[in-house]
C-alpha cells in the first residue's frame, strides 16, 4: 500500500484553510432560500437575518455538529458482495453521471441518450472489474411523462448488481424510486435494511448559496435514512474566487453548511465530502472539467475531508477532448492519478467525453481499465520477506530466467496488472489483426459483453410486479 498520500498543503496550512472556512461562514454567511432550513438554523443557534435570508454559523456550533459525524459511508449493492465502504475499501470507482448525449456505438454519431442506453451501460458497470459503483450515467430521452426518474433507475437496477446512486428531480419522483426498490428487495424491511441506491443532491449552488428543493431534498433523505449526500461545485473565476485556494477555501465552508445542516436533522448521520471544483477557462469563460486544476483542487479536498475524518468523493477524470484522443487519454490520466495519489476515496470518472456532455460506451472500458490501474498504484510495492524475493534470485544465480520457475507461475496473474484494451503485441501481430486502435478495441469489448446472458436481472416474478406498480415503464433491456 501507498504509505504516505500525496499532500499539496501543510498540516499548518490545512489548519489555515479550515479556519478561514470558519471566517467564511462566521462573516459573510450562507443565503438560505428554505424556510424550514433557515428556521433549523436558528435554533440550533446560528445567526439567521430574515430579511436578506443570510445565515451566519457561529464557530462553535459548526465543530458542535462536525463532531457529529461518522468516519464512514457504506454503499450497499443487491448483491451483498458488492458492498463497499469508505475509507475501508477504497479507492472505489464510479462510472461519471447524467450526460445528455451519448457516442452511438453502432452509428459514431452523437444522439440524445435513452432508457437502453442505461440498461447497456449498468450491464457493462456490473461486468468490469474496474468499477464499483453504477452511477446514472446519462437521462433517459424516452422516459414517459412523470416517469423521468424510474425511468432512469429501473433500467439501472435491473442490469447491475453493485451499488447505485443517482439523483431525483423531486421528492415524488425518490418516493417512488424507493417503492420499487423495496419491490426488487422484497419487502420493505429488506430494503431499508440494506439500501441499495444513494441519492446525491446539490443543496449548494456555488457560491455560498442554499436554494429551495435541493435543500428540501437534503432534509427529506436524511430524516427518511436514505444514503445521500451533497455535491459541492465551485468554478473559479466565475463562481469561486480565481486563486485555487480560495476556491478551496469557499468548497471547504460549503461542505461544511451542508453538513451542519444535516447534523441538526439527524446526528450521525453519514457524510461524504464530495466535490466537482472546477477553473474556467478565463479566454472562453468555457467549463473546463478536463484541467489539470481540477485534479489540483480534489487533491486539496481530499486533504480537508481527512482533516474532518469523513470520507472524500470526486468527480474527475473529465475531459473537454470530443473523441477518445490523446486529450482524452491525458487529461483523464493525470487528473485521476492526482486525485488517487491525494487520497480521494471515491473517483467518480468513467465514461464522459466534451465537458461531461457526452457518454461514450468505448470510454467505459477504457476508463474502468484507468481505474484498475490506478488500484494497481494504491497496491504499491507489497512489502514483505517472500516478496523480496532473495530465495528464487539466489537459485536462478546470474545469467538465469525466472519466466519458468515456480515463483513466477504462482504470480503470473496477480502481480502485474494485464490489460484488456492496451494493446502490447509487435507491430506485425498488431497489423494482422486488424491494426485497431484503443477505441475500437474498446467498443469490441462493449459488444462482447452485451452478447452475454445478463446474471443481473432480476426474476420475471419481480418484474413482474414493479411493471405492474408503473404503467408504461421503460423495457430496461441491456440489448444491442
Avoid at 64 to 77: D, I, R
Avoid at 200 to 210: D, E, F, G, H, I
Avoid at 307 to 316: E, K, M
Avoid at 333 to 348: I, K, Y
Wanted: charged letters at 20%.
Amino acid at each position: 500500500m501507498i504509505a504516505h498520500r500525496a499532500e499539496l498543503l501543510t498540516q499548518e496550512q490545512v489548519q489555515q484553510v479550515h479556519e478561514a472556512s470558519l471566517e467564511i461562514l462566521e462573516s459573510v454567511g450562507v443565503l438560505a432560500r428554505n424556510r424550514e432550513g433557515r428556521d433549523l438554523f436558528a435554533r440550533h443557534g446560528c445567526h439567521v437575518d430574515g430579511e436578506t435570508q443570510i445565515v451566519r454559523f457561529p464557530r462553535a456550533i459548526v465543530g458542535q455538529y462536525l463532531a457529529t459525524c461518522p468516519p464512514t459511508f457504506t454503499y450497499h449493492g443487491r448483491d451483498p458482495r458488492y458492498d463497499r465502504t469508505l475509507p475501508d475499501d477504497g479507492p472505489l470507482v464510479a462510472n461519471s453521471s447524467s450526460a445528455p448525449d451519448i457516442l452511438d456505438p453502432e452509428t459514431g454519431q452523437v444522439r440524445r441518450a435513452r432508457s437502453e442506453d442505461i440498461a447497456r451501460i449498468a450491464y457493462l458497470v456490473n461486468e468490469l472489474p474496474g468499477y464499483d459503483i453504477l452511477a446514472l450515467p446519462v437521462t433517459a430521452e424516452d422516459a414517459p411523462p412523470g416517469q423521468f426518474s424510474i425511468s432512469r433507475f429501473y433500467p439501472a437496477l435491473k442490469n447491475c448488481l453493485k451499488p447505485v446512486r443517482g439523483s431525483a428531480p423531486s421528492l415524488e419522483e425518490a418516493k417512488a424510486i424507493l417503492r420499487m426498490c423495496e419491490q426488487m428487495a422484497g419487502s420493505e424491511a429488506a430494503f431499508w435494511e440494506r439500501p441499495f441506491v444513494a441519492f446525491q443532491y446539490c443543496a449548494t449552488v456555488s457560491p455560498l448559496t442554499m436554494d429551495v428543493e435541493s435543500t428540501e431534498k437534503l432534509l427529506r433523505y436524511t430524516e427518511w435514512g436514505v444514503p445521500s449526500f451533497g455535491a459541492i461545485v465551485p468554478n473559479a473565476g466565475l463562481t469561486s474566487p480565481l486563486t485555487l485556494l480560495g476556491t478551496l477555501a469557499q468548497c471547504t465552508a460549503e461542505f461544511l453548511a451542508e453538513t451542519v445542516l444535516v447534523q441538526m436533522v439527524r446526528a450521525g448521520t453519514p457524510r461524504v465530502f464530495d466535490a466537482l471544483p472546477t477553473a474556467a477557462d478565463m479566454r472562453t469563460v468555457a467549463y473546463a472539467p478536463g484541467a489539470i486544476e481540477t485534479g489540483i483542487l480534489t487533491m486539496g479536498c481530499a486533504q480537508m475531508a481527512r482533516y474532518y475524518q469523513v470520507p472524500c468523493a470526486a468527480f474527475v477524470g473529465s475531459t473537454n477532448a470530443k473523441l477518445n484522443d490523446a486529450q482524452s487519454g491525458y487529461e483523464t490520466g493525470m487528473s485521476t492519478v492526482a486525485a488517487m495519489l491525494g487520497g480521494v476515496d471515491l473517483l467518480a470518472m468513467g465514461g464522459l467525453l466534451d465537458a461531461m456532455m457526452t457518454f461514450d460506451y468505448a470510454k467505459l472500458v477504457i476508463d474502468g481499465e484507468i481505474g484498475l490501474m490506478l488500484k494497481r498504484i494504491t497496491r504499491g510495492l507489497e512489502f514483505s520477506e517472500e516478496n523480496m524475493a532473495l530465495g528464487v534470485l539466489s537459485d536462478v544465480g546470474p545469467g538465469g530466467t525466472f519466466v519458468e520457475t515456480r515463483h513466477t507461475l504462482k504470480r503470473a496473474r496477480t502481480e502485474t496488472f494485464l490489460p484488456t484494451v492496451a494493446d502490447r503485441q509487435m507491430r506485425h501481430q498488431w497489423q494482422s489483426g486488424g491494426a485497431l486502435d484503443s477505441e475500437a478495441r474498446a467498443l469490441q469489448h462493449v459488444r462482447d459483453i452485451l452478447r452475454r446472458d445478463n446474471p443481473a436481472v432480476f426474476s420475471p416474478d419481480v418484474d413482474a410486479k414493479i411493471r405492474a406498480q408503473f404503467e408504461n415503464l421503460v423495457p430496461g433491456d441491456a440489448r444491442l
